[in-house]
């Protein structure tokens, strides 16, 4: 098959023809063999599909009951209300080279560091025990960068399995994922399905931040769309 990018209905059809395979053997060990497989058999080069009004979809394809996840996207504009290299030296913990830094991933319960995530109808944040507001986020521009990087999905799902140390995947099911609102986003991370990373750490004079992270579950991905259409 030649190298090209494909519209959906090209995609339709040639999904269908892979699905029949049944299992097919991958050519790539770890993690990215699945996709890697997928694209091979697509024949495609890029990781997105032509479609009819929304420009480009990316395409994910991911092992079912995995508990991998995926970035979505990381947001950090105007996001501080601490300064992040005050925030490091007074929360950071050491790494192992004694680097004061901020690797957390945040949830609704309070860390050993007395650092949690709050939530209310219009905006997420970082905050600690006693009442300091370390970043915050508005739903709108956290709605605004999901639908800038993730405008559709074309997730793919294979079941996996193991044949004498050669990982084979079945491709099953594939389904278009459009649309999102605040309010799913909103209790997406009240729900624990989106999840807050803070990568950052001291340099010295100022804040190395790696930018923070909003990252899913790949089996979670279409709790995060509000339309949802099996190909």
Do not use: C
């Not at 947001?75 to 004694?98: C, H, Q, S």
């Amino acid at each position: 098959m030649a190298k090209t990018k494909l519209t959906l209905e090209k995609f339709q059809v040639a999904f269908r023809r892979i699905k029949q395979q049944g299992f097919i053997q991958s050519k790539r060990r770890g993690p990215t063999g699945v996709g890697h497989l997928l694209e091979t058999l697509l024949g495609i080069t890029e990781d997105n599909i032509a479609l009819p009004d929304l420009h480009m979809a990316e395409l994910k394809a991911h092992r079912i009951g995995s508990s991998n996840m995926i970035t979505l996207f990381t947001f950090n504009r105007k996001a501080w209300k601490m300064k992040p290299l005050e925030a490091i030296r007074k929360y950071g913990t050491p790494d192992v080279n004694g680097r004061l830094g901020l690797y957390f991933t945040m949830s609704l319960t309070p860390n050993s560091h007395g650092l949690f995530l709050h939530t209310d109808d219009h905006s997420i944040s970082v905050r600690h025990i006693s009442g300091q507001i370390i970043a915050e986020w508005q739903l709108d521009d956290l709605k605004a960068q999901f639908v800038k990087k993730l405008p559709a999905l074309l997730l793919v799902s294979a079941f996996s399995e193991e044949r004498a140390g050669v990982e084979w995947f079945h491709f099953s099911r594939a389904r278009l994922l459009t649309g999102t609102s605040e309010e799913t986003i909103l209790n997406q991370i009240r729900s624990g399905n989106i999840l807050v990373d803070l990568r950052l750490h001291d340099k010295g004079t100022s804040a190395r931040n790696h930018g923070t992270g909003f990252r899913a579950y790949e089996e979670k991905l279409p709790l995060l769309f509000n339309n949802v259409k099996d190909l």
